[in-house]
């Protein structure tokens, strides 16, 4: 009888153990599958990454058109706004405050390049994230400034590729759509601290027939917000 139990004792032993290599062998496999899945997660990602930096704009490369809606109801593109030598594209909003201290900058640099480089402003804000950036609040803050366009890109198809980050941010075009410039207006927010006015020297040096020198800064603003 003794013999009989020790026999079975070594076979329960046994068996614990094939189940212990079984339950181990298979928490190597779920660690390894898990390790796949991120591997191919992370793959995706940068795969992801890969289109979005291939989406935005360099000095050079060619800009997309757009049609959008202004505060006036009316569809704008680029093609529609004929007899110019460029446009100046430059996002921006209601609500961040950075954008606010250069609503009259913007203003401005409507009112002295009428005609030849028309300020296209554009929200590319998620209005669900921030409320202040709705089509009636634009509309509202467009009257109160004077804005010429403001168009509403809240469904967020057209920022995504110009690579905006920032608002403001501003791409320079020529009127070929030819990018020449991207970033700030200028080097301050302050307006009246401004020593460097990018934007406007861009300009000269294409009127001149020379490449804008800096062409690219640093946008410095609030960031886009997306729907979280």
């Not at 935005?56 to 529609?80: Q, R, W, Y």
């Amino acid at each position: 009888m003794k013999r009989v139990l020790g026999l079975l004792t070594v076979a329960a032993v046994i068996g614990l153990v094939a189940f212990a290599c079984n339950t181990e062998t298979a928490t190597s496999g779920v660690k390894e599958a898990t390790a796949t899945v991120a591997d191919v997660a992370t793959d995706a990602v940068k795969e992801v990454a890969k289109k979005v930096v291939k989406n935005t704009l360099k000095v050079g490369d060619i800009a997309p058109d757009f049609n959008l809606k202004n505060i006036d109801g009316e569809m704008v593109s680029l093609a529609s706004i004929e007899d110019v030598k460029g446009y100046i594209v430059n996002f921006t909003c209601n609500t961040c405050p950075y954008a606010v201290k250069y609503e009259s900058r913007a203003i401005d640099l409507q009112k002295k390049y009428a005609g030849s480089y028309p300020v296209i402003n554009i929200m590319p804000n998620d209005t669900d994230v921030k409320p202040g950036d709705s089509y009636d609040k634009m509309q509202e803050r467009a009257k109160e400034l004077g804005y010429e366009y403001y168009l509403d890109d809240s469904a967020q198809e057209v920022y995504p590729t110009y690579g905006a980050s920032r608002t403001p941010h501003i791409f320079l075009l020529d009127a070929d759509r030819k990018v020449r410039y991207i970033g700030a207006i200028d080097d301050n927010t302050e307006a009246d601290e401004v020593e460097k006015t990018y934007l406007e020297d861009a300009i000269a040096a294409i009127e001149a027939g020379k490449e804008p020198d800096p062409d690219f800064t640093k946008a410095v603003g609030c960031s886009i917000k997306v729907k979280k």
